[in-house]
């Protein structure tokens, strides 16, 4: 089991990631008017985050116009502000937000760092086999014990379906971090495993982040 003190001493030291917003191609950037440095901006909200985030800037292309939202709530810490009505070339960054982590965003830092992440192998769309899906169902992910070369996920691409084994130290199934409808990037995390001596101990984990986090308001 890693240092759990270390890792949450050194996330309070920079509580924070910092987002660099980029042009998503090229065409000429207009700032929003509503923004500045040291601004607080706001992410998307709502039930499904199906409200948009703060607009922040739009770049103009041909007479189309996209706009860019905040991806997350955040402060300004940074505008370039030369490229204003200029043309500029995709992936120039426009400005940098800093977001403040949530406690649930430090958990799974630290979740991440504690447990055996089982990786997606290459692009697709994941989901259990029939039997470990419905065992999660009725009893949650960690009623699933794995072990090396257990049948576990199918992989689902291009109309194409293949199973995929675990390949791993065993443990069981304590996080998950996939969804079956969308598609998973090569080497993401599908699963974190935990091996069952060490349960308690990052149940313990969850409590203290959960006790000591202070949010930024």
């Known amino acids: 089991m890693f240092d759990v003190s270390t890792v949450l001493e050194e996330i309070k030291a920079s509580p924070y990631e910092e987002i660099s917003i980029k042009s998503p191609h090229t065409g000429v950037v207009a700032f929003s ?44 810490v940074e505008i370039h502000r030369q490229y204003n009505d200029g043309f500029v070339e995709a992936g120039t960054e426009l400005l940098k937000i800093r977001h403040f982590l949530s406690k649930d965003e430090v958990l799974q830092l630290i979740l991440k760092k504690a447990l055996y992440l089982f990786l997606a ?10 039997a470990v899906d419905m065992k999660i169902k009725v009893s949650g992910p960690q009623s699933v014990y794995v072990r090396e070369g257990d049948d576990l996920l199918i992989m689902s691409r291009m109309k194409r379906e293949a199973p995929l084994r675990y390949s791993g130290p065993d443990g069981v199934i304590y996080a998950i971090y996939f969804n079956h409808t969308q598609n998973v990037d090569l080497g993401q995390p599908l699963i974190g495993i935990c091996p069952p001596d060490q349960v308690k101990q990052i149940e313990e984990v969850v409590v203290r982040v959960q006790t000591e986090w202070k949010e930024r308001e």
């Open 33 to 76: 008017p509503d923004i500045s440095v040291g601004g607080c901006v706001m992410g998307p909200s709502g039930t499904f985050k199906e409200k948009k985030g703060a607009l922040l800037a739009t770049v103009c292309r041909e007479r189309n116009t996209q706009p860019i939202y905040c991806p997350e709530r955040g402060e300004i």
């Open 121 to 130: 192998p290459e692009r697709a769309k994941y989901y259990f086999i029939p």
